[in-house]
């Protein structure tokens, strides 16, 4: 099966890096997915999960949590503020945190709930405009605010490349900016590239159709 392919495609990729395979968590990218792709991979063995928008993955797995119950859950794709209080009902991580009035208003949901997600900052390194993400530039004083402002606990640091560079270059920059601010959380790398991320110290690889094939909507 193809989970099987990928795992070990992550074990040699982090061995040739002199790191152990359960360094790297996979995250299986099973937004616009078919159900029956989504379960053939649960039945397989896969936990962790990765959606993209929150009502999407609140109609998805809300059920399917009920079945299977140690689905860990990621927020890959970026959070409006509107959908804060749904998104940490159902995220165990969120991996788009990337401006001023979204960390304000979690940091309120946090300290009402008493419980926070595993946070990482998203990093708009192309500075492509269209894009979610911090510009690198103004990283470091957010990451100041997020910890002292508003007291939060930020684990790692997300990116997505742009789609026409070589991903090299912004994976060695985001690791430089982690390793900057004591952060040890690398969100990078997904289905084409997450070999080359996990060369460049990747904890996390966001992988989706190289595992469930290409998507349907």
Known sequence: MALADIEARIAAAAARSGRAPESVTLVA??????????????AAGQRVFGENRVQEAEGRWTPLRAEVSDITLHLVGPLQTNKLNKALALFDAIHSVDRDSLARKLAEAVQARGACPTLFVQVNTGR????????????????????????????????IPPADEDPAPHFTALAEM????????????????????????????????????????
């Open 29 to 42: 990218v099973s937004k616009v997915q078919p159900e029956d792709r989504v379960r053939a991979v649960i």
């Open 128 to 159: 492509e405009p269209q894009k979610a993400g911090i510009d690198p530039d103004e990283l470091d004083a957010f990451l100041m605010r997020l910890r002292g402002d508003y007291a939060l606990p930020v684990f790692g640091l997300m990116v």
């Open 178 to 217: 982690a390793a900057r601010n004591g952060l040890t959380g690398l969100s990078m790398g997904m289905s084409d590239d997450f070999e080359t991320a996990i060369a460049h110290g990747a904890t996390h690889v966001r992988v989706g159709s190289a595992l469930f094939g290409s998507r349907t909507g």
